[in-house]
Structure formats: C-alpha cells, structure tokens
C-alpha cells in the first residue's frame, strides 16, 4: 500500500486563525499546532497533516511582495518534504496573493491550496471548517499515486478554483469568490467532484521547481472612469521610477480616445512603461481594436489583458517586469498563458 499523503499547513493570518476567548469576547490566534485536537475530523482524512504558523499573523490587507516571499520560501524550503500545502490566508487580498505565488513557482507538480473564511474557525456557523478540511483532501486527493492537482489553487464554500483566475466579490455572505473566465476546477457536495478536463496537466518530464523570489513593484492600476481629468492621467503616469500600468479599460477594452488621453499614454509607452489593457469588467475578454475606441491603443504598443483579471494582471506584471523584456518580449509573454491566467487564441 503506497504511503498515506503529507500535508503542510502554511498559516500567514486572516480570519480563519481567530478564536473567541469566551472570557474576554475577544478573537485571538488560533494554535495550528494543536489542529487536530481541535479538529478531530481531520483524523479521518488519509493524510498526514503538520502546521507552521508565520510569526507574527497578518490581516491580508497588509499583505506585500516581501510576505509573498515568505510564502514562496516556505513552500520551497519543505517542498520535497510534502505532498501537498495548505496556505491560509485573509480572504480580502487572497486573489492577488495566490495569483502570484502561481507565478512565482514554476514547475509545480504538487498541489498548493489556498483557502481562509469568512468567520472565524471557532465561531458556531463558521465556513472555517469545511474550507479548511476540503482543502486538505482536496490536497493529499491522488489517482494512480499522483496528485491529481498540481498547481496554485483556491478553495472556498464548495468550489475549487485555479487561484490566478478568482476575484473576491462578496465580503457578507460565506460564497466570496468568483472565477467569471475560467470553470471551477472541483465542486464538493455529497462527492468531491474534479473537472478534469479543466484542471493543469503537469509536464510528464521531470523538472526542478523554480522558485523566482524578486518581484517589481513599482506599478500602479489606472481605472478609468467618465470625466477623469488629464491633471490625474498625466500625474499617476509620471509617478516616479514607473514600471508598469494595469489600465483599466471598459467594456471590451474601450478608453477614451481624445487626443491628450493617447498623446498621455504614448509618452509614457516612450519611456519604457509597459501599459497592460485590462477590462473592468469581470467577465469577458479585452478584443482591442473591436471598436473604434480601442484601436488606438493597439497601435500605441498597449499589452491585451485579454481575460485576465486585475489581480492576476498585477501579479503578472510584477513578475515579467523583473525580467527587463524589451516591449515586443513582454507583449509576447504577458498575451500568452503562463501558468493558465489567460485564455490563450
Ligand atoms: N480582513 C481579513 C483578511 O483578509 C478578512 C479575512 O480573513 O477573510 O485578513
């Protein structure tokens, strides 16, 4: 009989760690040391589970590329040591955090499960506990002794998506997240269904895990609306030491296309900022030069986001800038599917 799976459990903060002190009413950090003490469902789980909890637990809101680091780290560090990871996080910011971790790890032929809650693991009603325990199966879950998962996703209320294409929408009710271009990739019910045909099949040949630790931050998301002022576009486009831009577009990818709007980006292309079209819309598909208000873009060297979200176009971004590509290169890698961010065609 082949050996029962071994899951690590990476908990960086965000609500699902809290539990009440029922003296005091107040939420404190759960000890994921003690997890299967408190959660004796997880003995019936095939696997073996151990925890490392980050030192000092965060909200997701103060997340940044330093804590991706540790993330990534950590995973490498006990990579060969694991089958599979847990990595809990705050649900606010877990699109953007997952989304880079998918870029940032390449070569991934084990499961990484992000998941989190809405209500903390202690609290009668909370979402904590399924998240958490599907999660686990969902990571040590193998067919032929493979993991039939191997790469970035996140768990929550029921649904397994590919992590680089979810977005938080909901911050009331336990369903938070969506995955508007890209199918779920399982749904647990009575059974825990995978969709096979949707999920990442890994590479047969055996390659190393890389792990690219350096991102670039310096990039700003533009959003468009109905009067900005070209005071504003001029100002955030002139930010120093700019990189990159997620401008984000209407609709199909449309902008404005008066004259000082393209003359704006045109300069800002000239200096080397690389200027991705992303849809404010959640679903559908950035077609520049579909309409009239989009050709310009398209011939101002503006990158199509295609169907990308804004979280995973951020991620993205920080990763390819740190390759010094030159427009022609980047354009080539940001519009092509790295790790199944984009619908490539
Ligand atoms: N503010 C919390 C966080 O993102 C919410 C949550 O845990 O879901 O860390």
Known sequence: MSKKPNILIVYTGGTIGMIKDYKTNALKAFDFSQITENIPELEQLQCTIKSISFEDPIDSSNMNTSFYKDIAETIEVNYKAYDGFVVLTGSDTMSYISSAISFMIDNLQKPIIFTGSQLPIGDLRTDAKENLITSIEIACSQKDNKPIISEVCLYFEYKLYRANRTTKINAEQFEAFTSMNYPPLAESGVHLNFNEYYIHKPSTEKKELVVRKELVNDIVILKLFPGITEKVVHSILNVDNLKGVILETYGAGNALNTPWFLKLLKEAVSRDIKIVNVSQCPGGSVMQGHYETSIGL?????????????????????YLLKENLSLKDFTFYFEKSLRGEISDG
């Open 298 to 318: 398209k011939d101002l060297g503006i990158i199509s986001g295609k169907d990308i979200t804004t979280e995973s176009a951020v991620a993205k971004l920080m």
